[in-house]
Nanobody
Framework: QVQLVESGGGLVQAGGSLRLSCAFS????????LGWFRQAPGKEREFVSGISWTDGYTHYADSVKGRFTISRDNAQNTVYLQMNSLKPEDTAVYYCAAERRPGTRVVVTTEYDYWGQGTQVTVSS
């Protein structure tokens, strides 16, 4: 059974930084697309960033491009989201997700098979 466990959320002032981690277990993740999503109160869950487990290809939402960096550690089965220059509008619950999709490097919709429990990120102004 696949398990995803996020950590690293918290409260930070605008302009600050946080690093989220997502530890995966349960299987090997070749041909998997990994993603970070977020959901603010009253809003739909939205794509933030994605990475291909196989070749490390990355993709970002326009709203976080240049501020967030996604990376992976294959040996540790962990994906990271480094978030810099945080803004109050980045406040949300952040979720990591995994989807086996051979031939597809990043999935930007919420069509993922596996999700973590979420971690709260709050950015104060």
């Amino acid at each position: 059974q696949v398990q995803l466990v996020e950590s690293g959320g918290g409260l930070v002032q605008a302009g600050g930084s946080l690093r989220l981690s997502c530890a995966f277990s349960g299987r090997t993740f070749s041909s998997y697309a990994l993603g970070w999503f977020r959901q603010a109160p009253g809003k739909e869950r939205e794509f933030v960033s994605g990475i291909s487990w196989t070749d490390g290809y990355t993709h970002y939402a326009d709203s976080v491009k240049g501020r967030f960096t996604i990376s992976r550690d294959n040996a540790q089965n962990t994906v990271y989201l480094q978030m810099n220059s945080l803004k109050p509008e980045d406040t949300a619950v952040y979720y990591c997700a995994a989807e086996r999709r051979p031939g597809t490097r990043v999935v930007v919709t919420t069509e993922y098979d596996y999700w973590g429990q979420g971690t709260q990120v709050t950015v104060s102004s």
